[in-house]
């Protein structure tokens, strides 16, 4: 199950109280205070663990809880600590307040740790409280209250190329084709209903991640097909690859295609319709009779000034000077960004 929103409560352990004691021992008529302080309340952390691709853990524990710290005791021995509780969040999860949406934290490296909950911490003993003055102290603290915090937990996955068009143009066979992810391909629209990565080589050690989504169709933005809430996770792509499906057998006009996604990707975002693009014209093999439809595509990239391909993912042509131009563009939109 691919989960990428969830609201969860964390609740953080109590500290425990302080103990009221004094030492009686034979032989020693007035012992002077010896009550320890109550060990401090778990907390709780979120922390980012590599290979993680979902927060579905939290659909099924939306309620965390951490130990509470031990009481103090006679003999001045603290009380242990409450057990910390770690929860794995997939990178690029971002944590937000419930109470006003603020970004509290961005997972965006594996091993990061955000501290979300804090435990505690225990009371003082009479023993803490002892000074010349005051021998025989009979003050003592509760242990504080653990931190409460209702949060949500926001998955947009981290990822350098977004992959957008129509269902069924061949987003997910091209991924499969350049990396070693292995999204479900079929001749349905809608045959992608979760995002995938995938890694691309690019040599010497250069690798960039690419972004799979399910596709758009026009109305998307008001919930049409599987809407645009997948468009959160090539938010933070630097690039976009627009794949149009050429060939007669999608029924539609390419650049009508075109269009629409553009339109669509305007209204959830305008911010992301700007990224730099790369126009790809796909199913060549199947263009038959209808060369004039890779043609438009074409002159509609050249207009716009975007890099343009014509490929068969299926067949694997065309996809070289693909993977490098898009090596290239993301390069240099690193560039501009630095
Ligand atoms: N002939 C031909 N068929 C292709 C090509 N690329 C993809 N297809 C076929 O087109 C169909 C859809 O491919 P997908 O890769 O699943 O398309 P998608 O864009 O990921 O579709 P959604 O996940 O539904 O958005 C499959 O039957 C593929 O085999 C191509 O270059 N040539
Ligand atoms: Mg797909």
Same mark, same amino acid.
């Given at each position: 199950?691919?989960?990428?929103?969830?609201?969860?409560?964390?609740?953080?352990?109590?500290?425990?109280?302080?103990?009221?004691?004094?030492?009686?021992?034979?032989?020693?008529?007035?012992?002077?205070?010896?009550?320890? #302080?109550?060990?401090?309340?778990?907390?709780?952390?979120?922390?980012?663990?590599?290979?993680?691709?979902?927060?579905?853990?939290?659909?099924?524990?939306?309620?965390?809880?951490?130990?509470?710290?031990?009481?103090?005791?006679?003999?001045?021995?603290?009380?242990?600590?409450?057990?910390?509780?770690?929860?794995?969040?997939?990178?690029?999860?971002? +944590?937000?307040?419930?109470?006003?949406?603020?970004?509290?934290?961005?997972?965006?490296?594996?091993?990061?740790?955000?501290?979300?909950?804090?435990?505690?911490?225990?009371? #003082?003993?009479?023993?803490?409280?002892?000074?010349?003055?005051? #021998?025989?102290?009979?003050?003592?603290?509760?242990?504080?209250?653990?931190?409460?915090?209702?949060?949500?937990?926001?998955?947009?996955?981290?990822?350098?190329?977004?992959? +957008?068009?129509?269902?069924?143009?061949?987003?997910?066979?091209?991924?499969?084709?350049?990396?070693?992810?292995?999204?479900?391909?079929?001749?349905?629209?809608?045959?992608?209903?979760?995002?995938?990565?995938?890694?691309?080589?690019?040599?010497?050690?250069?690798?960039?991640?690419?972004?799979?989504?399910?596709?758009?169709?026009?109305?998307?933005?008001?919930?049409?097909?599987?809407?645009?809430?997948?468009?959160?996770?090539?938010?933070?792509?630097?690039?976009?690859?627009?794949?149009?499906?050429?060939?007669?057998?999608?029924?539609?006009?390419?650049?009508?295609?075109?269009?629409?996604?553009?339109?669509?990707?305007?209204?959830?975002?305008?911010?992301?319709?700007?990224?730099?693009?790369?126009?790809?014209?796909?199913?060549?093999?199947?263009?038959?009779?209808?060369?004039?439809?890779?043609?438009? +595509?074409?002159?509609?990239?050249?207009?716009?000034?975007?890099?343009?391909?014509?490929?068969?993912?299926?067949?694997?042509?065309?996809?070289?000077?693909?993977?490098?131009?898009?090596?290239?563009?993301?390069?240099?939109?690193?560039?501009?960004?630095?």
């Amino acid at each position: 199950m691919f989960v990428d929103q969830v609201k969860v409560s964390l609740l953080a352990g109590k500290g425990g109280n302080g103990c009221v004691s004094f030492r009686r021992e034979y032989a020693v008529p007035k012992g002077g205070p010896d009550g320890g #302080r109550g060990g401090d309340g778990g907390s709780i952390y979120l922390v980012a663990e590599q290979g993680l691709s979902s927060l579905s853990y939290f659909r099924f524990h939306p309620i965390n809880t951490a130990r509470k710290g031990a009481h103090g005791e006679g003999g001045n021995r603290s009380g242990k600590k409450g057990e910390d509780l770690i929860l794995s969040v997939p990178m690029g999860t971002v +944590v937000k307040s419930v109470e006003n949406g603020k970004v509290l934290f961005d997972f965006l490296q594996a091993g990061q740790k955000f501290l979300a909950a804090a435990g505690g911490k225990g009371g #003082r003993g009479n023993a803490s409280f002892a000074t010349p003055t005051h #021998r025989t102290p009979r003050e003592w603290e509760n242990g504080a209250p653990g931190e409460e915090k209702e949060l949500i937990l926001e998955l947009k996955l981290i990822a350098d190329v977004g992959l +957008v068009g129509f269902p069924n143009v061949g987003k997910s066979t091209l991924i499969s084709r350049i990396s070693a992810a292995r999204p479900v391909i079929a001749d349905y629209p809608f045959t992608t209903l979760i995002p995938h990565l995938g890694v691309v080589d690019v040599g010497r050690d250069k690798t960039f991640v690419v972004a799979d989504i399910p596709g758009l169709i026009a109305g998307a933005h008001e919930g049409h097909g599987l809407g645009t809430r997948f468009l959160k996770h090539i938010e933070r792509t630097k690039i976009l690859v627009h794949i149009i499906d050429v060939s007669p057998y999608s029924g539609r006009d390419p650049v009508d295609d075109y269009g629409i996604v553009m339109d669509e990707l305007k209204a959830y975002s305008p911010e992301l319709a700007k990224r730099p693009q790369i126009v790809v014209a796909n199913k060549i093999d199947l263009l038959g009779e209808s060369p004039q439809r890779l043609k438009a +595509v074409k002159e509609l990239a050249s207009q716009k000034r975007f890099p343009f391909f014509a490929i068969s993912a299926m067949k694997k042509e065309g996809l070289k000077p693909l993977v490098s131009a898009m090596a290239k563009v993301l390069a240099a939109a690193e560039e501009n960004k630095s």
